[in-house]
């Protein structure tokens, strides 16, 4: 039987406010454990709840960014179970009435085909704190530092058909967070995590079958192959005859397999009810409108403009709009230098290579796009070659001054004196008379070799357009 | 000197009569020693309470003082104090002391006022008797075979017996109007929203809220400008002015529109609590006003609703106390599953429980709608009649309880019989509007009180038409024997 799988995706983005969704505490990472926890975060009695607006705001905007409907009069649920990391023994969220209702992604897939991937609702909630098994003898440890950190969660309708396109998603919804500077995005720490709804139905039927919900998919690469391997798990159990349970698994990457967690029989009520201690959140249109104003320039808006304005490829505006940092610097870059292709090929090329290299984010490049800008502008003025002008990037990243610093004070200037550069070919000639016999008598393919020569014997600094002129007059001669 | 209210007291100080030091220690050496049979207090602060007269004494002596600095008052124990134990009577706090204190405390003490100590309550505020309390029985001071009423019967019984001219009190659903006519003062619930919940401990957080027990409504009106005001940090804390609730106590009450609903005085109340709830709504007519007959013809989805919605906040609400992070650990534990129920079963009592597992069915799935939803449209048609009413109406008055203080122990078998205590409180909450419940007779030698309920943020109101049936009565003024 041919098999469709159905997935599901629900992601719990950390919003980046930098104190918690109910009270004042910071939210910054990696503190001591329990110090960024205040007597709210820690469940004391008598303590209450203040919404942060900001967090309201940064999910209102990516509602807009997505055109979903924005709830203007969405309500926090108390979700209601027991566990150490959560002090109060309930979870604020949304249940009802969430802030973000109908929306929608389109996802560009390998093939270039785009993927519109339903998005249910995106909601508010605070996260819970952590339990730590490990170095307290029979004791566990909880760090109550994340505990009211706000979340929104963001949920797909059952759109997705493998999990290439999941991750097709998964990667689209990353950027997008990033580039509403709503969210940091790191995996490692946690400020972006992906749970995916797995089920299998014979291919045709319209029937969903049962779905088992996995967790713990702390990477593209993992979401990949925590699928695949679901996928294979599923189909296993349903030709052997057997039924998918309901049940939530987590993926172990050591192992690369996904194991039960809890089944829904152990599943608990959690006796959802609007909070007491917080008024619904009543929007203003123009609290809307307002937040409206906050939005960029959206990723596929941009990459339009930047194929159609800069005259790039579908694939070079697309790998240079994936983050809006790396767009802005193309664009500071092609201010300065009008080349936009060379521009995009440096930005892409080098640059991105040096960074990768020194695993540095791009806001601590040591290579400003105004010095990369100048730098082209050199290329394209002659003043330097498209080879040298590697030694000059090079040279730029360790610090050693802007393009004509280092032309200066390394003599990397290009040698476009015909004069020079004829004595060169001349004396290269000289020095290969039997390649000069040979060429003459029909070797063409050697033409390369005087080339290299003469750049070799210039240091890289002649023009190599010149040379090559020249190169073909003397040997044709 | 006990014997002085509020204003008096105040007075006293100003004049230098006595020093806030003098009066602090006197009233603590007759606290301790009436204590001993009242049970009123849970924690008597006695080196706390010296050290804050005499920063009183001084301010006073600076002419720094403000109107009550230096006069002693008592905090029942649901309010979080800094440095002091702070329980809900309740075992599972009873090693808790709070690391900060609650809106109402920080404007207690930014008034001067001189806290004596902690009273005792009902667990976690759920009770009509203080008999749940983990601190035993409060004692009526006017029979201590009898209930001061409850959840703040500590409070209650610390007023009527003169340990203390006013003591703060919570009301969820009446109690503090209920324990105020059983003990025989002056009581005020304010409107939701009125008085922070901050550092209030919750039970059910949609009706819970801060009010004052005091002898008379003039000093009701002065606690109630201490506490009322708005707190950003509780989010349904109403911005909105604080008016001086004493400017307009002598307002005439004639031609005053007072509502009685004929539904409070139906099946349930006891004849002689209905005649002396007559006869003072009687002396209102004298006074001038209008008596008119409404009705509130949901009157009685009241108790049914409450006993949905309050259960269903307070199981969450008392969720935190989970033996992980402060208060009372079993020390029969072996697992995660061993610490929560063992911590939880050990530490909280049967009434608590009772209304925990209420809650936590009423909120189940395939109940809630049944329950809970339907307890909250029940909510809206209990006030939608009060908005009824006050279209014709300025003030409603009725029984506060339905009949005097009962015997200890009458009623703990019988929870249903106790929740009907609250029979004519319990709608006051749902709606959030503001009541009182003042002194107005006695039925064979225990207090009954007149319940007066007012529009939203009719306070002022309240506390006018309050002062002005005790400067034509002097029930108010009547000490149990044995406490003047």
Not at chain 1, 384 to 397: P, Q, R
Not at chain 2, 10 to 15: M, N, P, S, V, Y
Not at chain 2, 69 to 94: E, H, M, N, R, Y
Not at chain 2, 270 to 279: H, K, P, R, S
Request: charged residues 25%; negative net charge.
């Amino acid at each position: 039987m041919e098999w469709e799988v159905v997935i599901g995706l629900e992601t719990h983005a950390q919003l980046s406010t930098r104190s918690k969704i109910f009270s004042g505490a910071a939210t910054a990472y990696g503190a001591a454990p329990n110090s960024q926890a205040c007597l709210v975060d820690l469940g004391f009695p008598g303590q209450l709840p203040v919404l942060n607006k900001e967090a309201v705001r940064m999910a209102v905007k990516f509602g807009l960014a997505i055109d979903a409907e924005i709830g203007m009069r969405s309500v926090f649920a108390r979700k209601n179970y027991f566990y150490p990391d959560l002090p109060k023994g309930y979870q604020i969220s949304q249940f009802e009435l969430p802030i973000v209702g109908k929306g929608e992604i389109n996802v560009v897939q390998e093939d270039g085909t785009t993927k519109t991937v339903g998005i249910t609702r995106a909601h508010l909630e605070e996260d819970a704190g952590k339990s730590m098994h490990e170095g307290f003898a029979e004791h566990s440890g909880i760090d109550l530092n994340r505990a009211g950190t706000p979340l929104i969660e963001i949920v797909t309708e059952p759109d997705i058909r493998s999990a290439k396109e999941a991750v097709a998603y998964a990667k689209k919804l990353h950027a997008l967070l990033l580039y509403l500077e709503i969210c940091d995005g790191n995996m490692q720490e946690g400020s972006f995590r992906c749970d995916a709804n797995v089920s299998m139905r014979p291919k045709g039927q319209k029937e969903y079958g049962t779905r088992a919900e996995i967790k713990n998919l702390n990477s593209f690469r993992f979401m990949e192959k925590a699928i695949n391997y679901e996928i294979e798990r599923q189909v296993d159990v349903l030709e052997s005859g057997e039924k998918v349970v309901q049940e939530t698994r987590l993926y172990d990457s050591d192992k690369d397999e996904t194991r039960s967690m809890r089944s829904k029989e152990e599943a608990n009520d959690y006796r959802y009810f609007p909070d007491p201690d917080l008024l619904p959140v009543e929007l203003e249109q123009s609290f809307i409108e307002g937040v409206r104003k906050t939005l960029p320039e959206l990723p596929d808006v941009k990459r339009a403009r930047f194929v159609s304005d800069y005259i790039l490829s579908d694939y070079d505006a697309t790998i240079l709009t994936d983050s809006r940092p790396l767009a802005d610097y193309y664009e500071a870059v092609v201010i300065v230098c009008k080349e936009s292709k060379l521009a995009a090929n440096w930005v892409m090329g080098d640059f991105s290579a040096f960074l990768n290299k020194d695993n540095k984010d791009l806001a601590e490049s040591p290579v400003s796009a105004e010095m990369l800008g100048g730098m082209l502008n050199r290329i394209t003025d002659n003043t330097i070659s498209g080879k040298i002008a590697k030694t000059v990037f090079e040279a730029m990243w360790a610090g050693e001054g802007d393009v004509d610093t280092i032309v200066e004070a390394k003599g990397l200037k290009q040698v476009t004196d015909t004069g020079a550069i004829e004595a060169i070919v001349d004396e290269v000639m000289a020095n290969n008379t039997g390649q000069v016999e040979a060429y003459k008598s029909g070797k063409e393919q050697l033409f390369g070799f005087f080339v290299g020569q003469v750049m070799k014997a210039s240091k890289g600094k002649a023009n190599p357009a010149m040379v090559n002129e020249l190169l073909k007059t003397k040997l044709n001669s | 000197m006990h014997n002085k209210s509020l204003a008096e007291l105040a007075k006293g100080l100003q004049a230098r009569e006595f020093s806030s030091e003098e009066l602090t220690s006197s009233l603590l050496d007759r606290l301790e020693e009436k204590n001993a049979e009242l049970n009123a207090f849970v924690t008597i602060t006695r080196d706390n309470a010296l050290e804050q007269a005499r920063a009183a004494d001084q301010k006073i002596a600076a002419g720094e003082a403000g109107l009550l600095t230096g006069v002693p008052i008592a905090q029942k124990d649901i309010f979080c104090t800094k440095g002091v134990k702070t329980t809900c009577g309740s075992k599972i706090l009873d090693n808790f002391i709070s690391p900060y204190d609650a809106h109402t405390v920080e404007n207690c003490n930014d008034a001067g006022l001189v806290m004596l100590g902690k009273t005792n309550m009902d667990e976690f505020a759920m009770g009509s008797s203080n008999e749940t309390s983990y601190y035993g029985a409060v004692k009526n001071p006017w029979n201590l075979d009898c209930v001061p009423g409850g959840s703040s019967g500590g409070s209650a019984a610390a007023v009527a017996a003169r340990l203390v001219p006013a003591a703060t009190g919570t009301d969820t659903g009446g109690s503090i109007r209920q324990p105020a006519s059983l003990c025989g003062i002056t009581g005020i619930k304010p409107t939701y929203g009125r008085v922070s919940r901050y550092g209030m401990i919750a039970f059910a957080s949609s009706l819970d809220q801060g009010g004052v027990f005091t002898q008379n409504a003039g000093d009701a009106a002065l606690m109630m400008g201490v506490m009322a005001g708005f707190d950003p940090r509780d989010s349904t804390s109403l911005d909105r002015p604080v008016p001086d609730y004493t400017a307009t106590l002598n307002e005439s009450v004639s031609g005053l529109k007072i509502g009685v609903p004929k539904e409070y005085f139906s099946e349930g109340l006891e004849a002689g609590t209905a005649e002396i709830i007559q006869a003072a709504i009687k002396e209102y007519e004298k006074l001038g006003a209008k008596i008119i007959e409404i009705s509130l013809p949901n009157s009685a989805l009241a108790i049914p609703t409450y006993y949905v919605i309050a259960p269903a906040e307070c199981s969450s609400n008392l969720s935190r106390f989970d033996g992980v992070r402060y208060g009372y650990r079993s020390d029969n534990v072996t697992d995660l599953e061993s610490l929560y129920v063992n911590s939880r079963s050990e530490g909280f009592g049967a009434e608590v429980k009772r209304r925990i597992m209420i809650g936590t069915y009423v909120l189940s799935a395939g109940y809630y709608d049944a329950y809970y939803i339907k307890a909250q449209k029940m909510r809206r048609l209990i006030s939608d009649d009060f908005e009824q009413a006050f279209k014709q109406v300025d003030v409603i008055m009725g029984p506060t309880a339905p009949s005097p203080a009962f015997k200890i122990g009458e009623k703990t078998d019988d929870p249903v019989s106790m929740y009907l205590s609250d029979l004519y409180t319990g709608a006051v909450n749902l709606a959030g509007l503001p009541g009182m419940s003042i002194p107005a007779g006695f039925d064979h030698g225990l207090p009954v009180g007149l319940q007066l309920i007012g529009n939203y943020f009719d306070e002022a109101l309240l506390l006018n038409v309050a002062h002005q049936f005790q400067l034509a009565t002097d029930f108010h003024k009547q000490a149990p024997s044995g406490y003047a």
